[in-house]
């Protein structure tokens, strides 16, 4: 079946350093991704999305990867900053329209 | 502000009982989301909506149930047939067609008494 798995379950980054958050998935004909940012206690926040006709797109601080030749998508977070702790997924357009959601990395961000 | 809002924040459930989990959105989005998430999984969807008066079953709907009544409205129900209903369940809703981000609800947690 379909599936989205993170690399890495936590990710302790210092403050200002760059964050690189990973997902690999596993069908090629996927062609819609998106970054989730989750708060404790919150629902998970849009942060940014990309089409399978890019590799890269960038937001404020952000940029979204695409490597759809080994099916790898990943999230860098420009000089990170306390706020920016939280658990990060990825999700993707399945074979059926839907999304599907990956077990999430939270990034632990410290002084 | 347009939003989701997802009511109650927390929500207990005795052995046999129906409770029933509100979601509302003003943002005139056509399709209407509820999802599961559990400790180290990822989302799992119970229930969509893509117009008024329709819904479909998702990958876990067994022991849910659901209504759309109206675009701004989608309620879900935990029936006593839910045998592991401790969980936090999410609502989202987007624009219904191919590429659009789903927005969601702060989320209902619900355990049982």
């Known amino acids: 079946g379909e599936s989205v798995g993170l690399h890495l379950p936590t990710l302790s980054v210092q403050e200002g350093d760059n964050s690189i958050i990973n997902c690999a998935y596993s069908n090629s004909a996927s062609d819609y991704f998106i970054w989730y940012k989750q708060e404790s206690g919150k629902g998970p926040q849009f942060i940014i999305d990309?089409?399978?006709?890019?590799d890269k797109r960038q937001g404020q601080r952000v940029t979204v990867l695409l490597n759809k030749t080994v099916k790898h998508l990943s999230l860098q977070i420009a000089a990170t900053q306390p706020g920016d702790s939280a658990v990060y997924f990825c999700?993707?357009?399945?074979?059926?329209?839907?999304?599907?959601f990956g077990t999430g990395t939270r990034l632990q961000v410290f002084p | 502000d347009g939003g989701i809002t997802q009511s109650p924040k927390y929500l207990f459930r005795k052995e046999g009982q129906n409770v029933t989990l509100s979601c509302e959105q003003n943002l005139n989005h056509d399709a209407m989301y509820w999802y599961r998430q559990d400790p180290g999984q990822g989302l799992r969807l119970i229930y969509y909506s893509q117009i008024v008066n329709d819904f479909q079953k998702g990958d876990i709907a067994e022991g849910y149930s659901v209504s759309r009544e109206k675009k701004e409205s989608f309620p879900l129900t935990v029936t006593s047939a839910q045998k592991n209903p401790t969980a936090f369940y999410l609502c989202?809703?987007?624009?219904?067609?191919?590429?659009?981000?789903?927005?969601f609800g702060d989320g209902t947690r619900l355990s049982i008494l």
């Open positions: 990309i089409r399978s006709n890019m």
């Open positions: 989202a809703s987007s624009i219904w067609g191919n590429n659009q981000p789903q927005h």
């Open positions: 999700a993707l357009k399945g074979n059926t329209d839907k999304l599907i």
